[in-house]
């Protein structure tokens, strides 16, 4: 077998590894719990989000207790949070207009709609930025009665926008009915990857 032959079997035995869910693995390298808005949160999942075969970032999500399903995370009260750890250069625009086009795809159009200032919001912090380098860190905090806070490298950006319902739909991006990742998804909601989705 040929060089050439040799590499493109590699990267088609990588691909196929990933697909079957060998990549959901959950990351280690989140704490077991956070303090938001004064409150403990564990940690419910981690995960990888992979773009083909190429890591993007790493992922945890946090709650004021476990959940196994989104219909629970969304719905439960208290803060939250999602933490990201970036596992490349990620050019700012890029990933703000990611994150919408995932929010675009799991949520009505009336709700996204109506929170449209709270999306140009996202848009503009990670545009900001020219990129978040590889080992950056970002983060969405939902602060009950005030709204989601943004973070990039542990710095707040600005003021809290949205409201429950608005976190509800950033949520979606990895939980929703089109989920950026499905392995992912499985890994932030702490459950055994599935054979179909």
Do not use: C
Not at 15 to 25: E, K
Not at 28 to 43: A, E, I, P
Not at 68 to 81: C, E, L, N, T
Not at 171 to 186: E, S, T
């Amino acid at each position: 077998m040929n060089q050439g032959r040799r590499s493109a079997s590699v990267a088609l035995i990588a691909g196929l590894l990933a697909s079957a869910g060998v990549r959901a693995a959950s990351v280690n390298r989140f704490d077991g719990t956070v303090q938001v808005s004064g409150s403990s949160l564990v940690l419910n999942g981690s995960g990888t989000r992979y773009r083909v075969m190429f890591k993007v970032y790493d992922m945890a999500l946090y709650l004021p207790a476990k959940a196994g399903s989104a219909a629970a995370v969304i719905d439960m009260q208290g803060p939250k949070r999602l933490a990201f750890i970036a596992l490349r250069d990620l050019p700012g625009t890029d990933l703000g207009l990611a994150f919408i086009k995932g929010l675009q795809a799991n949520n009505s159009a009336d709700a996204v709609q109506r929170h449209t200032l709270s999306s140009t919001r996202l848009i503009e912090i990670f545009s900001g930025k020219s990129k978040l380098a590889t080992g950056d860190t970002f983060a969405m905090d939902y602060l009950p009665g005030k709204g989601t806070q943004f973070y990039i490298q542990g710095q707040a950006q600005g003021a809290p926008v949205g409201d429950a319902e608005f976190f509800g739909m950033v949520l979606r991006i990895w939980l929703g009915p089109q989920p950026v990742d499905a392995a992912l998804r499985d890994g932030l909601l702490g459950v055994e990857a599935r054979s179909a989705y």
